[in-house]
């Protein structure tokens, strides 16, 4: 098994490609270690010190360090991680998995229909080329709320992303939109 890496624009994010798939569909956030209790591939990759984040998308992994950590230390350790569970046999994922985006229960309905298409239509196929994904989280009296996962969580980036990038695009199609905000999960 080659797993390839590259770089993402979150200097703290490397994406792994393994060469297979992760997810058979959708995304898994793992914020945290406890977070990861779902996932014996998540938890292996914890178990390398210095991990603080871990990402699945349908054909990759990106694992997040903590600052003091230097790729040079801990690369060599996550990917034999995941190596090892790959040829383990293992689930990726224990249970069901999670939808993507929130639901909105509310008098906007048809305007959420057309944020979340265009969110999966223009904007998570471009983030998941950076190793990241975002997902609807609110609407509320035009402003639309993302929670931002995976390289996009942190990313120095994330705010001219949201503001220049998806703010511009929501608005120009769904005049309704006046504003775009993160939101921590």
């Known amino acids: ?26 995304t898994a956030d793992f914020p945290s270690a406890e977070a990861a209790a779902a996932s014996p591939l998540a938890r292996r990759i914890f178990a390398v010190d ?12 990106t694992v997040t360090k903590a600052d003091a950590v230097d790729w ?20 990726v ?4 998995g999670q939808q993507a985006h929130a639901d909105h229960d ?3 309905g048809e305007i959420v229909v057309q944020i979340k298409d265009l969110l999966d239509t223009r904007v998570r196929p471009a983030v998941a080329q ?3 994904d975002i997902t609807f989280h609110g609407f509320d009296r035009g402003v639309v709320y993302l929670h931002m996962q995976g390289a996009c969580a942190g990313c120095p980036s994330s705010t001219l992303t949201l503001k220049m ?9 769904i005049p309704e939109v006046t504003e775009v905000r993160p939101v921590a999960v």
Do not use: C
Not at 93 to 96: I, L, N
């Open 93 to 96: 994922m224990e249970g069901a």
């Open 130 to 132: 950076d190793g990241g």
């Open 50 to 61: 210095g991990v603080t984040g871990v990402f699945f998308g349908t054909d990759f992994v």
């Open 106 to 108: 509310g008098p906007d």
């Open 72 to 91: 040079d230390h801990i690369k060599p350790a996550l990917l034999g991680a995941i190596m090892e569970h790959y040829q383990s046999g293992a689930a």
């Open 1 to 26: 098994m080659f797993i390839q890496t590259e770089s993402t624009p979150n200097p703290a994010t490397l994406k792994f490609l393994p060469g297979q798939a992760v997810l058979d569909a959708g």
């Open 165 to 173: 990038g998806i703010e511009n695009l929501l608005k120009h199609y």
